[in-house]
Protein backbone atom coordinates (compact mmCIF):
# COMPACT_ATOMS: atom_id res chain seq x y z
CA UNK A 1 0.00 0.00 0.00
CA UNK A 2 1.63 3.51 -0.89
CA UNK A 3 1.81 6.13 1.39
CA UNK A 4 -1.19 8.07 -0.66
CA UNK A 5 -3.27 4.74 -0.09
CA UNK A 6 -2.40 4.47 3.78
CA UNK A 7 -3.45 8.28 4.28
CA UNK A 8 -6.70 8.14 1.84
CA UNK A 9 -8.39 5.17 3.19
CA UNK A 10 -11.82 3.89 1.23
CA UNK A 11 -14.23 2.37 2.99
CA UNK A 12 -16.42 0.02 0.71
CA UNK A 13 -20.15 -0.94 0.89
CA UNK A 14 -20.14 -4.13 3.60
CA UNK A 15 -21.77 -7.10 3.11
CA UNK A 16 -24.60 -6.15 5.95
CA UNK A 17 -26.69 -9.60 6.04
CA UNK A 18 -26.51 -13.02 4.89
CA UNK A 19 -24.79 -13.08 1.57
CA UNK A 20 -26.35 -9.92 0.51
CA UNK A 21 -24.77 -8.11 -2.96
CA UNK A 22 -26.34 -4.85 -2.91
CA UNK A 23 -28.07 -2.08 -0.66
CA UNK A 24 -29.22 1.81 -1.59
CA UNK A 25 -28.34 4.23 0.27
CA UNK A 26 -31.06 6.51 2.14
CA UNK A 27 -29.53 9.16 3.67
CA UNK A 28 -25.66 10.48 4.29
CA UNK A 29 -24.58 12.13 7.44
CA UNK A 30 -21.81 13.45 6.35
CA UNK A 31 -20.32 15.43 3.75
CA UNK A 32 -16.78 16.19 2.32
CA UNK A 33 -15.05 18.03 4.56
CA UNK A 34 -16.59 16.85 8.08
CA UNK A 35 -14.53 15.53 10.98
CA UNK A 36 -15.10 11.61 11.22
CA UNK A 37 -14.33 9.39 14.05
CA UNK A 38 -14.00 5.40 14.09
CA UNK A 39 -17.47 4.00 15.01
CA UNK A 40 -18.98 7.38 13.73
CA UNK A 41 -22.40 6.28 11.22
CA UNK A 42 -21.88 7.83 8.74
CA UNK A 43 -25.34 7.04 6.50
CA UNK A 44 -27.83 4.48 6.76
CA UNK A 45 -28.57 2.13 4.12
CA UNK A 46 -31.30 -0.04 2.66
CA UNK A 47 -30.72 -3.95 2.20
CA UNK A 48 -33.38 -6.16 0.75
CA UNK A 49 -34.17 -7.10 4.57
CA UNK A 50 -33.54 -3.84 6.99
CA UNK A 51 -32.22 0.00 7.05
CA UNK A 52 -29.06 -0.27 8.37
CA UNK A 53 -26.50 2.60 9.70
CA UNK A 54 -22.64 2.18 8.58
CA UNK A 55 -19.84 3.40 11.09
CA UNK A 56 -16.83 4.05 9.84
CA UNK A 57 -14.28 2.30 10.41
CA UNK A 58 -11.51 5.35 10.51
CA UNK A 59 -11.20 8.64 11.85
CA UNK A 60 -9.98 11.67 9.98
CA UNK A 61 -11.83 14.46 7.33
CA UNK A 62 -14.12 13.27 4.67
CA UNK A 63 -12.72 13.97 1.01
CA UNK A 64 -15.17 12.39 -1.23
CA UNK A 65 -18.60 11.04 -1.17
CA UNK A 66 -19.19 8.80 -4.48
CA UNK A 67 -23.00 8.18 -4.51
CA UNK A 68 -26.13 10.43 -4.11
CA UNK A 69 -28.97 9.32 -1.75
CA UNK A 70 -31.02 6.79 -3.07
CA UNK A 71 -28.60 4.99 -5.61
CA UNK A 72 -28.19 1.16 -5.34
CA UNK A 73 -24.47 0.69 -4.80
CA UNK A 74 -22.86 -3.53 -5.24
CA UNK A 75 -21.57 -4.53 -1.83
CA UNK A 76 -17.86 -4.16 -2.30
CA UNK A 77 -18.03 -0.77 -4.08
CA UNK A 78 -16.30 2.09 -2.27
CA UNK A 79 -18.91 4.18 -1.24
CA UNK A 80 -16.50 7.23 0.88
CA UNK A 81 -13.09 8.41 1.22
CA UNK A 82 -11.45 9.41 4.32
CA UNK A 83 -8.45 11.40 4.85
CA UNK A 84 -7.29 9.82 8.12
CA UNK A 85 -3.88 12.40 8.12
CA UNK A 86 -5.28 16.08 7.23
CA UNK A 87 -2.40 17.40 9.23
CA UNK A 88 -0.30 16.72 7.37
CA UNK A 89 -0.34 19.26 4.76
CA UNK A 90 -1.90 19.25 0.94
CA UNK A 91 -1.64 16.32 -0.90
CA UNK A 92 -2.81 14.64 -4.31
CA UNK A 93 -6.42 13.12 -2.93
CA UNK A 94 -7.16 9.72 -4.78
CA UNK A 95 -9.17 10.27 -7.81
CA UNK A 96 -12.35 7.53 -8.49
CA UNK A 97 -12.56 6.55 -11.85
CA UNK A 98 -15.35 4.73 -13.82
CA UNK A 99 -16.03 1.04 -13.64
CA UNK A 100 -14.91 0.61 -16.87
CA UNK A 101 -11.58 2.30 -16.61
CA UNK A 102 -10.54 1.10 -12.89
CA UNK A 103 -10.84 -2.35 -14.35
CA UNK A 104 -8.57 -2.26 -17.25
CA UNK A 105 -6.07 -0.84 -14.35
CA UNK A 106 -7.04 -3.06 -11.65
CA UNK A 107 -6.08 -6.55 -10.95
CA UNK A 108 -9.26 -8.93 -9.45
CA UNK A 109 -9.62 -9.31 -6.06
CA UNK A 110 -8.99 -12.74 -5.51
CA UNK A 111 -12.47 -14.71 -5.22
CA UNK A 112 -14.40 -14.92 -2.44
CA UNK A 113 -13.41 -11.99 -0.48
CA UNK A 114 -15.93 -10.12 0.94
CA UNK A 115 -16.70 -6.95 2.82
CA UNK A 116 -16.60 -7.04 6.02
CA UNK A 117 -19.95 -6.62 8.16
CA UNK A 118 -20.45 -3.62 10.00
CA UNK A 119 -19.18 -2.85 13.62
CA UNK A 120 -15.90 -4.60 12.44
CA UNK A 121 -14.43 -2.04 10.40
CA UNK A 122 -13.38 -2.44 6.66
CA UNK A 123 -9.62 -4.25 6.01
CA UNK A 124 -7.18 -2.12 3.40
CA UNK A 125 -7.90 -3.60 0.24
CA UNK A 126 -5.22 -6.15 -0.96
CA UNK A 127 -6.06 -4.87 -4.30
CA UNK A 128 -2.38 -4.65 -6.24
CA UNK A 129 -2.57 -1.53 -9.06
CA UNK A 130 -0.35 -1.14 -11.91
CA UNK A 131 1.37 1.76 -12.31
CA UNK A 132 -0.30 4.87 -14.21
CA UNK A 133 1.12 6.98 -17.09
CA UNK A 134 0.70 10.53 -16.67
CA UNK A 135 -1.56 11.94 -18.71
CA UNK A 136 -1.10 15.35 -20.32
CA UNK A 137 -2.15 18.37 -17.52
CA UNK A 138 -3.05 15.82 -14.84
CA UNK A 139 -0.31 17.00 -12.48
CA UNK A 140 -2.25 19.79 -11.85
CA UNK A 141 -4.26 19.34 -8.05
CA UNK A 142 -7.42 21.63 -9.15
CA UNK A 143 -7.94 18.82 -12.17
CA UNK A 144 -7.16 16.06 -9.70
CA UNK A 145 -10.15 17.61 -7.12
CA UNK A 146 -12.39 18.17 -10.21
CA UNK A 147 -11.67 14.21 -10.65
CA UNK A 148 -12.39 12.83 -7.40
CA UNK A 149 -15.44 14.93 -7.05
CA UNK A 150 -16.84 14.55 -10.32
CA UNK A 151 -16.21 11.08 -12.04
CA UNK A 152 -15.82 9.62 -8.19
CA UNK A 153 -19.74 9.26 -8.81
CA UNK A 154 -19.51 6.51 -10.98
CA UNK A 155 -18.38 4.03 -7.61
CA UNK A 156 -15.59 2.43 -8.82
CA UNK A 157 -12.49 1.74 -6.28
CA UNK A 158 -10.45 4.66 -5.59
CA UNK A 159 -6.98 5.15 -6.92
CA UNK A 160 -4.04 7.46 -6.03
CA UNK A 161 -3.69 10.60 -8.62
CA UNK A 162 -0.69 10.51 -10.75
CA UNK A 163 2.40 12.48 -9.82
CA UNK A 164 3.15 15.77 -11.70
CA UNK A 165 4.75 15.13 -15.26
CA UNK A 166 7.89 16.94 -14.46
CA UNK A 167 9.05 19.12 -11.02
CA UNK A 168 8.36 22.53 -13.01
CA UNK A 169 4.76 21.20 -13.81
CA UNK A 170 3.88 22.21 -9.89
CA UNK A 171 5.39 25.37 -10.22
CA UNK A 172 3.61 26.44 -13.59
CA UNK A 173 0.65 28.59 -12.97
CA UNK A 174 -2.52 26.63 -13.67
CA UNK A 175 -4.02 27.20 -17.02
CA UNK A 176 -7.78 27.75 -17.94
CA UNK A 177 -8.39 24.81 -20.34
CA UNK A 178 -10.23 21.73 -19.18
CA UNK A 179 -8.37 18.92 -17.57
CA UNK A 180 -8.09 15.95 -19.54
CA UNK A 181 -10.60 13.60 -18.90
CA UNK A 182 -10.45 9.87 -18.39
CA UNK A 183 -10.25 7.52 -20.97
CA UNK A 184 -13.68 7.37 -21.63
CA UNK A 185 -14.06 10.66 -21.98
CA UNK A 186 -16.88 11.60 -19.58
CA UNK A 187 -18.12 14.86 -19.38
CA UNK A 188 -17.56 16.47 -16.06
CA UNK A 189 -20.70 17.36 -13.96
CA UNK A 190 -21.37 16.83 -10.58
CA UNK A 191 -24.05 14.68 -9.47
CA UNK A 192 -27.32 16.63 -9.00
CA UNK A 193 -26.30 18.14 -12.61
CA UNK A 194 -26.19 14.42 -14.11
CA UNK A 195 -29.37 13.61 -12.08
CA UNK A 196 -30.47 16.86 -13.73
CA UNK A 197 -29.42 15.80 -17.30
CA UNK A 198 -31.12 12.44 -17.12
CA UNK A 199 -34.44 13.95 -16.16
CA UNK A 200 -34.17 16.49 -19.02
CA UNK A 201 -33.41 14.01 -21.46
CA UNK A 202 -30.36 15.31 -22.40
CA UNK A 203 -27.12 13.87 -22.99
CA UNK A 204 -23.83 15.41 -20.95
CA UNK A 205 -21.81 14.92 -24.14
CA UNK A 206 -23.40 17.37 -26.39
CA UNK A 207 -23.98 20.06 -24.15
CA UNK A 208 -21.06 23.21 -24.01
CA UNK A 209 -19.11 23.16 -20.57
CA UNK A 210 -19.14 27.07 -18.73
CA UNK A 211 -17.82 26.09 -15.35
CA UNK A 212 -14.41 26.34 -14.20
CA UNK A 213 -12.14 23.33 -15.58
CA UNK A 214 -14.59 22.25 -18.35
CA UNK A 215 -17.44 21.67 -15.79
CA UNK A 216 -20.88 21.38 -16.64
CA UNK A 217 -23.15 23.32 -14.54
CA UNK A 218 -26.69 23.23 -14.51
CA UNK A 219 -26.82 26.74 -16.84
CA UNK A 220 -25.82 24.71 -19.17
CA UNK A 221 -27.80 21.81 -19.11
CA UNK A 222 -30.91 24.17 -18.92
CA UNK A 223 -29.55 26.10 -22.12
CA UNK A 224 -29.28 22.88 -23.75
CA UNK A 225 -32.63 21.53 -23.22
CA UNK A 226 -34.24 25.34 -24.19
CA UNK A 227 -32.05 24.33 -27.52
CA UNK A 228 -33.58 21.45 -27.74
CA UNK A 229 -37.50 22.63 -27.58
CA UNK A 230 -38.42 24.05 -30.20
CA UNK A 231 -38.05 20.86 -32.03
CA UNK A 232 -40.07 19.04 -29.54
CA UNK A 233 -43.41 22.03 -29.24
CA UNK A 234 -46.53 21.47 -30.82
CA UNK A 235 -46.97 17.45 -30.41
CA UNK A 236 -50.13 16.10 -32.35
CA UNK A 237 -52.88 15.29 -30.16
CA UNK A 238 -52.85 11.64 -29.37
CA UNK A 239 -55.62 9.54 -30.92
CA UNK A 240 -58.60 9.00 -28.90
CA UNK A 241 -58.03 5.08 -29.02
CA UNK A 242 -54.20 5.46 -28.02
CA UNK A 243 -54.89 7.44 -24.67
CA UNK A 244 -56.46 3.56 -23.89
CA UNK A 245 -53.25 2.27 -24.67
CA UNK A 246 -50.25 1.18 -22.15
CA UNK A 247 -47.68 2.85 -24.16
CA UNK A 248 -49.52 5.90 -24.47
CA UNK A 249 -48.08 8.96 -23.22
CA UNK A 250 -51.13 10.47 -22.54
CA UNK A 251 -51.33 7.42 -20.18
CA UNK A 252 -48.13 6.75 -18.91
CA UNK A 253 -48.32 10.75 -17.40
CA UNK A 254 -51.29 9.75 -15.34
CA UNK A 255 -49.27 6.72 -13.39
CA UNK A 256 -46.66 6.24 -10.87
CA UNK A 257 -43.91 4.01 -11.38
CA UNK A 258 -41.95 2.61 -8.15
CA UNK A 259 -38.48 0.88 -8.56
CA UNK A 260 -38.80 -2.51 -7.25
CA UNK A 261 -36.25 -2.98 -4.71
CA UNK A 262 -35.41 -3.43 -1.16
CA UNK A 263 -37.49 -4.75 1.18
CA UNK A 264 -40.41 -5.11 -1.74
CA UNK A 265 -38.07 -6.74 -3.72
CA UNK A 266 -37.20 -9.53 -1.50
CA UNK A 267 -40.49 -10.07 -0.14
CA UNK A 268 -41.66 -10.48 -3.96
CA UNK A 269 -38.62 -13.18 -4.43
CA UNK A 270 -39.22 -15.30 -1.00
CA UNK A 271 -43.49 -15.47 -1.44
CA UNK A 272 -42.70 -16.31 -5.24
CA UNK A 273 -40.46 -19.05 -4.08
CA UNK A 274 -42.42 -19.72 -1.36
CA UNK A 275 -46.05 -20.47 -3.16
CA UNK A 276 -44.23 -22.32 -6.08
CA UNK A 277 -42.06 -24.33 -3.91
CA UNK A 278 -44.49 -25.54 -0.73
CA UNK A 279 -47.73 -27.10 -1.42
CA UNK A 280 -50.14 -24.71 0.55
CA UNK A 281 -53.39 -25.74 2.81
CA UNK A 282 -54.97 -23.26 4.56
CA UNK A 283 -57.82 -24.45 7.24
CA UNK A 284 -60.45 -22.18 9.00
CA UNK A 285 -61.87 -21.90 12.20
CA UNK A 286 -64.38 -19.26 13.72
CA UNK A 287 -64.16 -19.05 17.54
CA UNK A 288 -65.58 -17.03 20.70
CA UNK A 289 -62.99 -15.17 22.10
CA UNK A 290 -64.95 -13.58 25.20
CA UNK A 291 -62.74 -14.77 27.95
CA UNK A 292 -59.73 -14.31 26.79
CA UNK A 293 -60.97 -10.80 25.72
CA UNK A 294 -61.64 -10.67 29.01
CA UNK A 295 -58.27 -12.01 30.42
CA UNK A 296 -56.41 -9.29 28.40
CA UNK A 297 -58.28 -6.42 30.40
CA UNK A 298 -57.44 -8.59 33.82
CA UNK A 299 -53.68 -8.67 32.78
CA UNK A 300 -53.32 -4.92 31.99
CA UNK A 301 -53.89 -4.42 35.73
CA UNK A 302 -51.80 -6.62 36.53
CA UNK A 303 -48.82 -5.49 38.61
CA UNK A 304 -46.26 -8.15 36.78
CA UNK A 305 -47.31 -6.87 33.69
CA UNK A 306 -46.94 -3.01 34.55
CA UNK A 307 -45.25 -1.19 31.36
CA UNK A 308 -45.48 -4.18 29.14
CA UNK A 309 -47.74 -4.71 25.56
CA UNK A 310 -50.67 -6.33 26.32
CA UNK A 311 -53.28 -7.13 23.69
CA UNK A 312 -54.81 -10.18 21.99
CA UNK A 313 -51.93 -10.87 20.17
CA UNK A 314 -49.88 -11.88 22.87
CA UNK A 315 -52.36 -14.36 23.66
CA UNK A 316 -52.67 -15.68 20.46
CA UNK A 317 -48.94 -16.29 20.54
CA UNK A 318 -49.11 -18.15 23.73
CA UNK A 319 -51.55 -20.02 22.56
CA UNK A 320 -49.71 -20.75 19.49
CA UNK A 321 -46.50 -21.92 21.48
CA UNK A 322 -48.75 -24.24 23.65
CA UNK A 323 -50.55 -25.63 20.72
CA UNK A 324 -46.81 -26.54 19.13
CA UNK A 325 -45.72 -28.00 22.62
CA UNK A 326 -48.71 -30.32 22.34
CA UNK A 327 -47.70 -31.18 18.32
CA UNK A 328 -44.11 -30.83 17.92
CA UNK A 329 -43.93 -32.12 14.57
CA UNK A 330 -45.73 -28.94 13.14
CA UNK A 331 -42.57 -27.03 14.23
CA UNK A 332 -39.99 -28.45 11.35
CA UNK A 333 -39.07 -27.82 7.87
CA UNK A 334 -38.41 -29.39 4.16
CA UNK A 335 -34.63 -29.78 3.41
CA UNK A 336 -35.11 -30.37 -0.29
CA UNK A 337 -31.20 -31.03 -0.75
CA UNK A 338 -30.80 -34.25 1.81
CA UNK A 339 -34.17 -35.49 1.74
CA UNK A 340 -34.74 -34.72 5.03
CA UNK A 341 -37.66 -33.19 7.58
CA UNK A 342 -36.18 -31.13 10.14
CA UNK A 343 -37.99 -31.14 13.56
CA UNK A 344 -36.48 -28.67 15.76
CA UNK A 345 -36.60 -28.39 19.45
CA UNK A 346 -36.48 -24.64 19.29
CA UNK A 347 -39.73 -22.01 18.67
CA UNK A 348 -38.43 -18.78 16.81
CA UNK A 349 -41.77 -16.69 16.53
CA UNK A 350 -42.27 -14.88 13.58
CA UNK A 351 -44.74 -11.85 13.62
CA UNK A 352 -45.29 -10.46 10.13
CA UNK A 353 -44.74 -6.52 10.68
CA UNK A 354 -46.07 -4.17 8.27
CA UNK A 355 -43.75 -1.15 7.96
CA UNK A 356 -43.15 1.81 5.86
CA UNK A 357 -40.52 0.22 3.62
CA UNK A 358 -42.41 -3.03 3.39
CA UNK A 359 -43.79 -6.17 5.13
CA UNK A 360 -40.62 -7.92 7.09
CA UNK A 361 -41.11 -10.91 9.92
CA UNK A 362 -38.88 -10.81 12.37
CA UNK A 363 -39.45 -13.48 14.98
CA UNK A 364 -38.86 -14.25 18.56
CA UNK A 365 -35.86 -16.42 19.46
CA UNK A 366 -36.80 -19.20 21.34
CA UNK A 367 -40.04 -18.31 21.87
CA UNK A 368 -41.49 -21.49 23.23
CA UNK A 369 -39.32 -21.20 26.89
CA UNK A 370 -40.14 -17.75 27.78
CA UNK A 371 -42.98 -16.76 30.15
CA UNK A 372 -46.01 -14.31 29.52
CA UNK A 373 -44.21 -11.19 30.67
CA UNK A 374 -41.22 -12.09 29.28
CA UNK A 375 -42.91 -12.86 25.57
CA UNK A 376 -44.95 -9.76 26.42
CA UNK A 377 -41.74 -7.76 26.19
CA UNK A 378 -39.84 -9.27 23.38
CA UNK A 379 -43.33 -8.66 21.21
CA UNK A 380 -43.53 -5.11 22.35
CA UNK A 381 -39.54 -4.51 21.79
CA UNK A 382 -40.32 -6.05 18.14
CA UNK A 383 -43.10 -4.71 16.89
CA UNK A 384 -41.40 -0.84 18.16
CA UNK A 385 -37.75 -1.88 16.29
CA UNK A 386 -39.97 -2.77 13.02
CA UNK A 387 -41.64 0.34 13.01
CA UNK A 388 -38.42 2.43 13.38
CA UNK A 389 -37.04 0.28 10.55
CA UNK A 390 -34.62 -0.64 13.38
CA UNK A 391 -34.71 -4.47 12.51
CA UNK A 392 -31.20 -6.17 12.26
CA UNK A 393 -31.10 -8.52 9.24
CA UNK A 394 -30.19 -11.24 12.70
CA UNK A 395 -33.69 -10.85 13.60
CA UNK A 396 -35.30 -12.08 10.43
CA UNK A 397 -33.35 -14.99 9.95
CA UNK A 398 -34.04 -18.83 11.35
CA UNK A 399 -37.77 -18.55 11.94
CA UNK A 400 -39.96 -21.71 12.28
CA UNK A 401 -43.25 -20.37 12.48
CA UNK A 402 -45.51 -17.18 11.96
CA UNK A 403 -48.05 -15.18 13.22
CA UNK A 404 -50.07 -12.46 10.82
CA UNK A 405 -52.12 -10.29 12.45
CA UNK A 406 -54.79 -9.56 9.58
CA UNK A 407 -57.24 -8.09 11.91
CA UNK A 408 -55.91 -4.62 12.95
CA UNK A 409 -57.18 -4.08 9.41
CA UNK A 410 -60.65 -4.51 10.46
CA UNK A 411 -60.10 -7.99 7.93
CA UNK A 412 -61.63 -10.72 9.08
CA UNK A 413 -59.13 -13.53 7.98
CA UNK A 414 -56.75 -14.57 4.92
CA UNK A 415 -54.85 -17.25 3.38
CA UNK A 416 -51.30 -16.43 4.71
CA UNK A 417 -48.72 -17.60 2.73
CA UNK A 418 -45.62 -19.63 4.44
CA UNK A 419 -42.74 -17.41 5.38
CA UNK A 420 -39.78 -19.16 3.19
CA UNK A 421 -38.36 -22.16 5.38
CA UNK A 422 -41.34 -22.20 7.84
CA UNK A 423 -43.96 -25.26 8.37
CA UNK A 424 -46.94 -23.09 9.01
CA UNK A 425 -48.54 -19.42 9.22
CA UNK A 426 -51.39 -18.44 11.63
CA UNK A 427 -53.32 -15.68 10.46
CA UNK A 428 -55.74 -13.68 13.63
CA UNK A 429 -58.84 -12.04 12.40
CA UNK A 430 -60.21 -9.14 13.58
CA UNK A 431 -62.45 -10.19 16.85
CA UNK A 432 -66.02 -8.54 16.21
CA UNK A 433 -68.72 -8.71 18.18
CA UNK A 434 -71.28 -11.04 16.36
CA UNK A 435 -74.38 -12.85 17.59
CA UNK A 436 -73.38 -16.49 19.03
CA UNK A 437 -74.85 -19.29 20.68
CA UNK A 438 -73.67 -19.34 24.50
CA UNK A 439 -75.41 -21.98 26.76
CA UNK A 440 -78.31 -22.20 24.59
CA UNK A 441 -78.76 -19.13 24.39
CA UNK A 442 -77.79 -16.12 21.03
CA UNK A 443 -75.92 -13.50 22.90
CA UNK A 444 -73.50 -11.19 21.90
CA UNK A 445 -70.23 -12.55 22.06
CA UNK A 446 -66.44 -11.68 20.66
CA UNK A 447 -65.60 -13.74 17.51
CA UNK A 448 -62.70 -14.16 15.77
CA UNK A 449 -61.45 -16.05 12.58
CA UNK A 450 -58.36 -17.66 12.63
CA UNK A 451 -56.59 -19.59 9.51
CA UNK A 452 -53.59 -21.71 9.94
CA UNK A 453 -51.61 -22.07 6.52
CA UNK A 454 -49.04 -25.05 6.29
CA UNK A 455 -46.34 -27.14 3.91
CA UNK A 456 -48.72 -30.11 3.10
CA UNK A 457 -45.35 -31.91 2.14
CA UNK A 458 -44.53 -32.37 6.52
CA UNK A 459 -47.75 -31.51 7.78
CA UNK A 460 -50.51 -33.60 6.77
CA UNK A 461 -54.61 -32.84 6.82
CA UNK A 462 -55.02 -34.39 10.48
CA UNK A 463 -51.70 -32.62 12.13
CA UNK A 464 -52.54 -29.33 10.61
CA UNK A 465 -55.86 -29.80 11.98
CA UNK A 466 -55.07 -30.81 15.52
CA UNK A 467 -52.82 -27.42 15.69
CA UNK A 468 -55.48 -24.68 14.41
CA UNK A 469 -58.37 -26.75 16.94
CA UNK A 470 -55.90 -26.28 19.80
CA UNK A 471 -55.26 -22.50 19.48
CA UNK A 472 -59.22 -22.46 19.38
CA UNK A 473 -59.70 -24.26 22.44
CA UNK A 474 -57.29 -22.35 24.03
CA UNK A 475 -58.55 -18.73 23.12
CA UNK A 476 -61.88 -19.92 23.60
CA UNK A 477 -60.52 -21.11 27.30
CA UNK A 478 -57.91 -19.03 28.18
CA UNK A 479 -57.15 -21.36 31.40
CA UNK A 480 -55.97 -23.89 29.22
CA UNK A 481 -53.00 -22.21 29.38
CA UNK A 482 -51.93 -23.17 32.71
CA UNK A 483 -53.35 -26.82 32.05
CA UNK A 484 -52.09 -27.53 28.90
CA UNK A 485 -48.70 -26.07 29.55
Not at 88 to 113: L, N, V
Not at 290 to 299: A, H, I, N, P, S
Request: some cysteine; hydrophobic content about 45%.
Amino acid sequence: MTATEQRFREFKMPDVGEGLTEAEILKWYVQPGDTVTDGQVICEVETAKAAVELPCPYDGVVRAVHFEEGTTVDVGTSIIVVDTDPGAGPADAPAAESAPAAEAEEEAEPQGRQAVLVGYGAAPSSTKRRARKAQPGAGAPAAAAVQAELNGHAGAAVQPAPAPAAPTASAAPPTPAAPTLPTAERPLAKPPVRKLAKDLGIDLATVTPTGPDGVITREDVHAAASAAAPAAEAPAPAPAADVATGGSEAVRARETRIPIKGVRKATAQAMVKSAFTAPHVTEFITVDVTRTMKLVQELKQDPDMAGLRVNPLLLVAKALLVAIKRNPEINASWDEENQEIVRKDYVNLGIAAATPRGLIVPNIKDAGTKTLPQLAAALGELVSTAREGKTAPGDMAGGTVTITNVGVFGVDTGTPILNPGESAILAFGAVKLQPWVHKGKVKPRQVTTLALSFDHRLVDGELGSKVLADIAAILEHPKRLITWA
